[in-house]
């Protein structure tokens, strides 16, 4: 770290100033993130696409409506069961884009490698990202990358951004939960965050933990295809199915309330969550989408869920409330109720 | 770095056997930089708009011109003369668009943080991105925050990946110079690759050595205005002027030959770089652009530089020839020819 003595003038706001040093969970996707986004990013860039706080901006460009998103790939260990950074930063930028409705089109991709990097690993990461876009029907169009000296990096960073189109009449937003709308899931929870744990800490099941990462347009498609009229998607990558939750019952300052026991989860991951002491709706997916929709389609677009490979278990997971507004409530197994907060930092770091 | 054992199947082709890791030439914009992208990324990503090797990718999405370009930014120090790594990696994307005739006009952000950054010093180049971005007419419209543990990263690292619209009938492309063509430039040749070195080395005539960071797309407007028929247009950044004029030779497959007494370079880089023992035509620009134009509009598009702010040192610095094709030579001032070469690797590390 050096030359933080040069620049001058920025003052933090509160709460940031409560951190005077940038910690873990200003990467975490909980609490720690919103407010560095809310408080510092935000205001300074000001404009209404990023104040709108998707994970995408949604933009007109010529009569064409455009979704554009970025995503950094960190993810310690490189190659993992189920995929790698390569795959991983393929799915994560498609599903960014598909959480919008739009139809994902290009990719780019930005390397930061660390002097010393086998060059067979890089070779090995970007033929993952070539076949994981080649599945997907996308492109890798446009890329850069820069060499950082030994010590000042680990290994490979990748940078995906990418571009959509959003059909016309979709309009998806993180503001648009209602009272009476029906939550839905596509899938057990944790799986992916479990995955990269068991390699990390050589977990003796650790063969049965395997990433869900996967590229979700085509199962957004299907549901696209029952009604145009899905409130809200996200995908529940860092910080699980409690931060999504929590983000959208903010924006749209609504409560919710969760079945615990309705929300999917594998027995291999549950135990791996028990041995960990980590409560699988927190633990990051990268396979999984949290849908809110009308009551009156929920049925049908569980049915089409159902239907895709990569929704056979989706499950209507819980409902939206007036009460308790920007808060999760979750009722358990034997009816008691407990708050599902947002995470304040980092359960798992470089989960992706 | 860590678990390079656990991917399997990828062969690294020659000419990339020779280097089974990394080096920072690799990052050097260099020929390293160009067996990476030509033997690797292109084969293993192959599609069109990737294996045309311009600074950006041209798309048609439903009818428009899109451009869309990525740059991850790793410079230190992260503040310097004339800039930061804030404004750096606005002009930075805003380049790479422009150069494609691109209007810019979205960018993302995606940062990497070290944990232990100062929060002001993140405040600080957010807020230099947010000026940077305002002062060209573009938005910053989406982003993402990643931390890696302190020693796995440096500071700060940010990525913008950037769109644009492409008038309908502007063709600029890395492979259209023709012999007969004119080489222009739009002012002085290693400003900013200096500017970084004096803060590194504390050199004592550091006061005027300042980076020339800045958004060059309204300079290629007004060169548009005259013409819309430019061959060519690249800006100079890492591997300096050389690079370009190489890689330009080598993708139109023509001889350039280069007027060393015409480029501009200012008394104190000039000073500067004898005493680094390096050469000019090699050190990174970040506000200089080269334009190769048939000679019938040198004259006029020369004048419309010159009455822009950002081109009043714009000089014509050459031509393109039929003979040795794929090579650039300069005219010396005594009136020798010497061959000048694409640089191999790293000549200044981490420069942008």
């Not at 209602?178 to 799986?191: A, E, M, Y």
């Not at 028990?274 to 949290?290: C, F, H, I, Q, T």
């Amino acid at each position: 770290m050096s030359d933080q003595a040069q620049f001058s003038g920025f003052v933090c706001p509160l709460p940031l100033r409560d951190y005077p040093r940038i910690v873990l969970g200003h990467g975490s996707g909980g609490r720690l993130s919103a407010e560095l986004i809310r408080h510092l990013f935000v205001p300074l860039l000001a404009n209404d696409a990023l104040s709108a706080l998707n994970d995408q901006a949604l933009l007109e460009v010529e009569g064409v409506r455009l979704a554009f998103t970025t995503d950094s790939f960190v993810v310690q260990p490189l190659f993992f069961p189920g995929g790698s950074i390569g795959s991983l930063a393929v799915h994560g930028t498609i599903n960014d884009l598909a959480v919008s409705g739009a139809r994902p089109l290009f990719l780019s991709a930005g390397f930061i490698l660390e002097e010393g990097l086998a060059m067979d690993a890089l070779g090995q990461v970007v033929t993952d990202m070539a076949r994981a876009a080649q599945a997907a029907g996308v492109q890798v169009v446009t890329g850069d990358t820069k060499v950082v000296e030994q010590g000042k990096g680990d290994g490979l960073f990748v940078n995906t951004a990418g571009i959509g189109v959003v059909p016309a009449d979709v309009h998806i937003a993180a503001d648009r939960a209602r009272p009476g709308d029906v939550i839905l899931l596509n899938g057990t929870v944790g799986d992916h965050g479990m995955a990269i744990m068991s390699v990390r800490e050589g977990l003796a099941f650790e063969t049965e933990l395997v990433s869900d990462s996967a590229p979700l347009h085509t199962l957004v498609a299907a549901m696209l295809e029952v009604t145009r009229d899905i409130h809200c998607l996200r995908d529940a990558t860092r910080g699980g199915l409690a931060a999504v939750l929590n983000e959208l019952a903010e924006q749209s300052n609504v409560g919710m309330v969760l079945e615990e026991a309705a929300v999917p989860v594998k027995p291999s991951v549950q135990a791996a969550c028990e041995m960990l002491g980590l409560d699988p709706l927190y633990v990051a997916n990268e396979g999984k989408l949290v849908a809110i929709v009308p009551r009156e389609h929920a049925d049908a677009v569980l049915a089409a869920m159902r239907a895709h490979p990569l929704g056979r278990e989706a499950a209507i997971v819980g409902e939206v409330v007036e009460e308790h507004a920007g808060m999760v409530v979750a009722r358990t197994t034997i009816g008691a109720q407990r708050v599902v907060d947002m995470p304040l930092g980092e359960i798992l770091p470089r989960i992706c």
